[in-house]
DNA sequence: GAATTAATTGAACGTTCGTTTTATTAATTC
DNA sequence: GAATTAATAAAACGAACGTTCAATTAATTC
């Protein structure tokens, strides 16, 4: 036999990649073999090369439209400038939440990106590293400007958003679907830890550290720079 | 030839372990073949299965051995029942320390933990996860503790533990010893970081927050609980 | 409806893999 | 110093790997 009936390359690449980021997220990029990727599919294994020249090409093109997806998902997502949102606060809680909700959806594509950065020449390896100080900058910016204006409290710039990045992502290694709590209680126990974090503490914080007599920053007029306005 | 002059089973075990911690950290546990760590150590590829029957046995005893010496050391480090440190924010910053250190000190073999797991069998996997939990179950009775006693303000103790976890390990992605921050540096920011994020700020965060007014929690006597006494 | 293109099969290539077996030599024991 | 044990070498096993190539059929074009 030759072409099946039905047969369509773009469904058939959609199929492969799906099934691909599925079985390395499962065994390991190294581990899974082209045949069972193949199996997988229902194609013959020679059929996979139509649509990727190599096995290292394949996981590079999941890795790259993983961070593409990324950025775009925080292009989108980031609040306008002059609205409400866009204080480094603000800017922030939607970065974490973008981060979590994108993350939580995309599980598999996440732990590929993850954990199989090894398995990518010098070449590739810088292109995907790139993207992703790319998307690390933004948050970098963030917590820079929130610092600038006083709002945050964080000594090292740097190495806040890498801990910070590393604590959100670790979302996706505990969290499971069917668990006691949602996407939406999750999101926002990370949104309350990162302001922690970053010294910006929330509403329910702040009184009760502040207690009975409390007379805020003083310093600052407007309202609190943790709380945007509605 | 056979046997070689001044060869020795101890030392040659030791060597496969470096060895294999390096490679696989490197290039992956799949990725590196049993020929390579044979070449590495300096020896036949037969004379490797001596010392480990097989190759994920070998990754076992690897993963083992760091969670044996990671737990250990924590039995080391925790502060005393009774001393200054015993309280809950002292525990804190003493595991928080611990983990650092530790990990700091033992980068390859942090990364072959982490990321090599799906390749082991499903018993060994739940082996290493029954030690991973017990670590783990300590920093939860930690934070347990000191939410308990009103120390800390954590929602979340799981997820906050499991989000602690994560970030404190995550030094090792980006921490590099010739870079410009010290292991002491590194870990006091650590320190700083995870007690503001289970709302136990540290005195320059307080005063900032309190103003010049400040009157303090005023429902508990005793000193500040987030500084132990020396 | 013939010609062309897209999609896939089936078989094969050379290489490398984890592992085993047997033989050989160094160190140790008595 | 002979017997025994520990440590390794050398060679080989079958299986699986990523990849290629030629043939074949479905869909599309003109």
Redesign the interface.
């Known amino acids: 036999m030759a072409r099946t009936t039905g047969s369509d390359g773009e469904k058939t690449q959609a199929a492969i990649r799906e099934a691909a980021v599925g079985l390395i997220a499962?065994?390991?990029?190294?581990?899974m073999s082209m045949r069972q990727l193949a199996a997988e599919v229902g194609v013959q294994p020679a059929a996979l090369y139509r649509y990727f020249p190599t096995k290292e090409e394949l996981l590079f093109s999941l890795m790259h439209a993983h961070m593409d997806g990324l950025i775009a998902s925080w292009g989108e997502a980031r609040p306008a400038e002059g609205s409400a949102q866009a204080s480094p606060a603000g800017q922030l809680a939607a970065f974490v939440e973008n981060h979590i909700r994108f993350h939580l959806a995309r599980r598999h594509a996440t732990h590929v990106s993850n954990?199989e950065l090894?398995?990518l020449s010098d070449e590739r390896l810088g292109h995907i590293l790139r993207m992703r100080a790319e998307y690390e900058g933004a948050l970098r910016a963030i917590l820079q400007a929130g610092t600038s204006r006083g709002d945050f409290?964080v000594?090292?710039v740097a190495?806040?958003a890498?801990?910070?990045?590393?604590?959100i992502?670790?979302v996706i290694?505990?969290f499971r679907p069917e668990q006691r709590?949602s996407e939406d209680e999750?999101a926002a126990?990370?949104h309350?830890?990162t302001m922690?974090?970053?010294?910006c503490?929330d509403t329910?914080?702040?009184q009760?550290?502040?207690?009975?007599?409390?007379?805020?920053?003083?310093d600052r007029t407007g309202g609190d720079p943790c709380i945007p306005d509605r």
Do not use: K
Request: cysteine-free.
């Open positions: 499962r065994l390991g990029f190294e581990a954990l090894r398995s409290q000594e090292d190495l806040t890498m801990a910070i990045i590393q604590m992502t670790g290694v505990w709590l999750v126990t990370y309350t830890m922690r974090l970053v010294g503490a329910v914080d702040r009760a550290l502040r207690g009975p007599h409390a007379g805020g920053q003083g």
